[in-house]
């Protein structure tokens, strides 16, 4: 070989590692955030399944756990993912612990949860007034369904 072809061997090594880098870095950055979005999907799931399960069939102190749990969490994932789903989660995580508080006949704690689901309910429908029973039948009826799904 001559030294001439060895420098363009050399070159070509070179340009094809820096043309590599720049397009797999970035194409890795997108399936990175890609990953995020999904871990956030699924842990968001996962507590929401939990505490629906709890507020079925544990008892009060146990189902309200969950459900703070869940809210916990998804108050987490809110502020480095934050879109409609999560907000719609929090409504109903919310609503989950009223109905927690007024099977437990805690009536001011009850309120206090229906009134932080108002809050993420109307950052998804702005226009849109719902009721206390409502927020609690919408609920409920997600549940049932989540429940006949095996969920």
Do not use: C
Request: charged residues 25%.
């Amino acid at each position: 070989m001559t030294r001439g072809m060895i420098l363009a061997v050399v070159a070509s090594v070179f340009v094809g590692l820096a043309i590599g880098s720049v397009a797999g870095r970035s194409q890795g950055i997108a399936y990175s955030h890609m990953l995020d979005q999904t871990e956030a999907i699924f842990l968001s799931e996962i507590t929401a399944r939990f505490s629906a399960k709890q507020f079925k069939y544990a008892d009060n102190a146990h189902a309200r756990d969950a459900a703070l749990l869940e809210i916990k969490i998804l108050r987490l994932l809110e502020r480095s993912h934050p879109d409609a789903a999560s907000q719609h989660q929090l409504a109903a995580a919310y609503v989950r612990l009223s109905l927690i508080e007024e099977t437990v006949g805690q009536k001011g704690e009850e309120q206090q949860a229906l009134d932080q689901a108002r809050v993420y309910f109307k950052r998804i429908h702005p226009g849109e007034q719902l009721t206390d029973d409502e927020m609690k039948n919408t609920v409920r009826q997600m549940d049932e369904s989540l429940a006949r799904l095996g969920w």
